[in-house]
């Protein structure tokens, strides 16, 4: 396996993620996203979390990702409400990690013990990431207005905040592909209906990360029974009515491959968009590889393909 340096790592999270200044100061506190040290090897983590931010700080080790070493991780919360104390200097305070957090960055260490080339600070990032909203989404209440997908489908009046989108539709954002800079991610989830989809669509690229991406190529694919009306882009296959479309958003026949992929794998009901963030490198036919590479394999982690493809 061809090594990826931990700049090369480093510079797919700041494609990825928002970057953050880090500063804290009396009247504003770091922004959600990532900020990294060089000079200290440190990798700073922002997340919103009840009425604050929680910093995570993870000390990386000198030989990541190939030598055995220990993590150094961190955690402070900041309160919102210290903004409005008369104290000129700002505290913070150390909230002790979960245990159940723990076993997830455990069983992620110990998972790489024989693959010390492959990294994984995109798949600690999103473990403490993900665990802090849904957290601080439990502690609002803010989970009951989620119980049913198809309630939350039907309901226009329902509005998402930055963290529960993915929960309500059930979208799995894949591990990204990095390739000269340039960096490809995969998001998937299950559809019923066109209106799903556009409802899919509109949620991802309301995501800043998503939406800063040169490209979102998307597809999907639904099976329904046959005596259900359809209309445009559906033909009868045996017993189902398949009705899909396509998007390249200007990487041009992206969008027709992606759709090829959910044929040859007779994936039901799928939706799968590729982000591409442009490196400044041109990758010529490698870069329809890893797109259709990115979604298969997001595809098959969340067991939506019955078939193996090539990816030519």
């Known amino acids: 396996?061809?090594?990826?340096?931990?700049?090369?790592?480093?510079?797919?999270?700041?494609?990825?993620?928002?970057i953050s200044t880090g500063i804290i100061s009396m009247d504003k506190f770091p922004e959600p996203g990532i900020l990294y040290k060089e000079l200290d090897n440190t990798l700073y983590l922002y997340v919103e979390y009840l009425e604050g931010i929680m910093e995570f700080k993870i000390g990386?080790?000198?030989g990541y990702p190939q030598e055995e070493l220990a993590y150094d991780l961190s955690n402070w919360f900041f309160d919102t409400h210290l903004l409005f104390m008369k104290d000129s200097s700002i505290s913070s305070r150390s909230i002790g990690l979960p245990s159940e957090l723990l076993k997830l960055l455990r069983d992620l260490?110990?998972?790489?013990?024989?693959?010390?080339?492959?990294?994984?600070?995109?798949e600690m990032t999103e473990i403490l990431r993900s665990?802090?909203?849904n957290l601080s989404n439990k502690e609002r209440n803010n989970l009951e207005?989620?119980?049913?997908?198809?309630?939350?489908?039907?309901?226009?009046?329902v509005k998402l905040d930055s963290s529960n989108g993915d929960l309500?539709?059930?979208?799995?954002?894949?591990?990204?592909?990095?390739?000269?800079k340039s960096v490809f991610q995969a998001h998937v989830c299950k559809v019923y209906s066109k209106e799903e989809v556009e409802k899919v669509l509109k949620w991802l690229l309301s995501n800043s990360k998503i939406g800063r991406a040169t490209h979102n190529i998307w597809s999907y694919?639904?099976?329904?029974?046959?005596k259900q009306k359809t209309s445009g882009g559906s033909f009868p296959i045996g017993y189902d009515v398949i009705v899909q479309d396509h998007d390249s958003d200007g990487e041009t026949a992206a969008g027709g491959r992606l759709q090829h992929l959910l044929n040859v794998t007779n994936a039901k009901n799928v939706f799968v968009m590729v982000s591409r963030w442009y490196g400044g490198i041109q990758l010529g036919p490698d870069r329809f590889k890893h797109i259709n590479n990115a979604a298969r394999l997001t595809l098959e982690k969340c067991g939506l393909i019955t078939t193996k493809s090539n990816n030519r």
């Open 109 to 122: 260490i110990l998972s790489r013990l024989n693959k010390r080339d492959e990294p994984m600070l995109f």
């Open 168 to 180: 309500i539709y059930g979208i799995t954002h894949g591990e990204p592909i990095i390739d000269r």
């Open 221 to 226: 694919r639904l099976c329904c029974d046959n």
């Open 145 to 157: 207005e989620t119980k049913s997908s198809k309630n939350v489908f039907k309901d226009p009046k």
């Open 131 to 133: 665990y802090h909203y």
């Open 60 to 62: 990386i080790p000198s």
């Open 1 to 18: 396996m061809e090594h990826i340096s931990l700049e090369t790592e480093i510079n797919a999270l700041k494609a990825i993620y928002e």
